[in-house]
Structures are given as structure tokens and as C-alpha cells.
């Protein structure tokens, strides 16, 4: 176990490395290794080297202790890296070797205590934010570029058509499936049930809540409150809201697209002070022979 730990500890030591040079520049002392941090001496006389902002220093600190916890934790043998790293939160979340999420592309934000959980694709651009729950443990979820899903949005699935409630929708074939399109934004507190379809340049306010069976069409936007029933329909470019559920007036298409653009700017930001998503756990895996 000590010899299949090694892989581990230097994937760790290597990326702390980088996480320093990051934050210093090239002209930064040499990162020690950590078997000898006890005995490391500190030149507290150097001048030449730049003196970092407290921002920098701070998160370089923070990163740092992080890692180092984590080759820490090798030392002794693979199956105490495994109590630590899953007893902590992990916000990509396998369930088996071919339900997993995929992230596809490098400027994704996904915030450190939010859940990607299961058969979820998560497309180029698009921010998951704080305390965001996707869960693709019944069926797919799909969230196309440039998307926002809000904090403490709850995307839920359901694994085949739901049951009939006695309505005139109770007829509706629904998917079981929850696709979101490009530059789509959900805010905040917002709740889809399941098998829920938003079309590109969507803007979905603040604690609205999907029932199944929804499909909006391209360039709509719901209003923030709204409850939306089981089996509706909002056609491109209207704007829907209230409780129930009612036509307002035309939706403006353009400044649905413009808001998602503007919330880049505020992804890139959080990206800059978050890792996009912890995968020390993936290394672990490996070590494991790919078992979950």
C-alpha cells in the first residue's frame, strides 16, 4: 500500500509546486519537499524576490496547506487517504463507470460546495454556483455554453414518465430527461422536478419552481416566484410568470443573452480564486483499479 501511494504524493507535490509558481512568478525560492519542511531553513534576510499582495499570499497559503494535507495524509497508507478525502465534500460525483459528469472545457466554474452528481454534462463557459445540486442519478442532465445555474438551484430527474394525476396533461409522453440550452440563466433557489426542457437564451428568475414536464422555447424567460405546473408550454420569446402560472408580454431575447454574458465576467473572477472542482479523489480511483 506505502509503494502504490507514491504516484499520489507526487501528482500532490507537483501541482503545489505550480499553485506557488502561479501566485510568485518564475523568480520564487524553490518549493521544498515536504519530508523536509521540518528541517528547512528560512532566509529571512533575502530582498530580491517580489513581495506578493496579501490577496496572493493568503490564497497561496491556503492552496499550499491544502495540498500538504494531502501528502500528509500518504505517508501512512492509501486507505487513510481514502477515509480523508471522502469524508470530505466532493462536488463531482461518479456513481459508476458510465454514469459520470462530464465537464467539457477549462473556464467552467463549479463552486466548491455545489454537487454535479451522476449521468451530467456540463458545458463550455457555464458556472454552477454556490450550493447548486445537479443530479443525474435517474436520468441525463444536459446544460449547454454559458449557462448559470443559480445559488441553491436543485435540478432534479426522474427515471420514466411520471405517473398520471388525473389532469388533461396526463396523456403528455414526458422524457426523462432535464436538457438546458446555450446561455441559459436559473436564478437563484430555483427547483426543476424533472423531465424539463429550456431552450437557448432562457432566463429563468429567482425561486421558481418546474413541475415535470415543462419545455420552454428559445429566448423566454419566467418570472422570479412563479410556480409552473406539470405540462406547460411557453412558446419562444414570451415571458410567463405568477402563481398560477399566466402570459405577461414579450420577452426581450437580446438582454436574456446579454445578462449571461455579463455573469462571464463574475465566473472568471471565482474561477481565478477556486480550483473549478476538487479531483483528488479521481487519483485515488486510479490507484484502486478504476473500482468505485
Not at 463531482?92 to 458510465?98: D, G, I, M, R
Not at 445537479?134 to 444536459?142: A, H, P, Q
Not at 440563466?185 to 415543462?214: H, P, Q, R
Not at 480564486?273 to 476538487?278: D, I
Request: net charge negative; hydrophobic share 35%; glycine share 12%.
Amino acid at each position: 500500500m506505502m509503494a502504490a501511494a507514491a504516484p499520489l504524493r507526487a501528482t500532490l507535490r507537483l501541482s503545489t509546486t505550480k499553485k506557488i509558481a502561479r501566485t510568485f512568478g518564475a523568480t520564487a525560492p524553490p518549493l521544498p519537499p515536504p519530508e523536509g519542511l521540518a528541517s528547512a531553513k528560512i532566509n529571512t534576510t533575502a530582498t530580491n524576490h517580489p513581495i506578493p499582495s496579501s490577496r496572493n499570499l493568503g490564497k497561496a497559503i491556503k492552496d499550499t496547506g491544502r495540498e500538504l494535507r494531502q501528502v500528509a495524509l500518504t505517508e501512512d497508507c492509501v486507505s487513510d487517504v481514502q477515509n480523508a478525502l471522502y469524508s470530505v465534500h466532493r462536488t463531482v460525483v461518479p456513481l459508476s463507470k458510465t454514469m459520470h459528469p462530464v465537464i467539457n472545457g477549462n473556464d467552467i466554474f463549479i463552486a466548491p460546495n455545489s454537487s454535479i452528481i451522476g449521468d451530467v454534462f456540463v458545458g463550455e463557459g457555464t458556472g454552477v454556483w454556490y450550493g447548486a445540486v445537479v443530479r443525474g442519478d435517474l436520468s441525463k442532465v444536459t446544460i449547454g455554453a454559458k449557462c448559470n445555474i443559480g445559488d441553491k438551484t436543485i435540478i432534479n430527474t426522474v427515471p420514466t414518465s411520471s405517473e398520471g394525476d388525473g389532469s388533461e396533461t396526463d396523456a403528455i409522453p414526458f422524457p426523462s430527461r432535464v436538457k438546458i440550452g446555450n446561455y441559459v440563466s436559473i436564478g437563484g433557489g430555483t427547483v426543476i422536478a424533472g423531465d424539463c426542457e429550456l431552450g437557448n437564451f432562457v432566463k429563468i428568475g429567482e425561486a421558481v419552481k418546474f413541475d415535470v414536464g415543462v419545455v420552454v422555447g428559445d429566448g423566454a424567460s419566467v418570472e422570479s416566484g412563479s410556480l409552473v405546473p406539470r405540462g406547460t408550454y411557453i412558446p419562444p420569446g414570451e415571458n410567463w410568470g405568477g402563481d398560477p402560472l399566466k402570459y405577461v408580454g414579450p420577452s426581450d431575447e437580446g438582454a436574456n443573452q446579454n445578462y449571461a454574458e455579463q455573469m462571464e465576467v463574475i465566473r472568471d473572477d471565482h474561477i481565478h480564486e477556486f480550483l473549478p472542482f476538487g479531483a483528488a479523489y479521481q487519483h485515488l480511483e486510479e490507484l484502486q483499479g478504476g473500482q468505485l
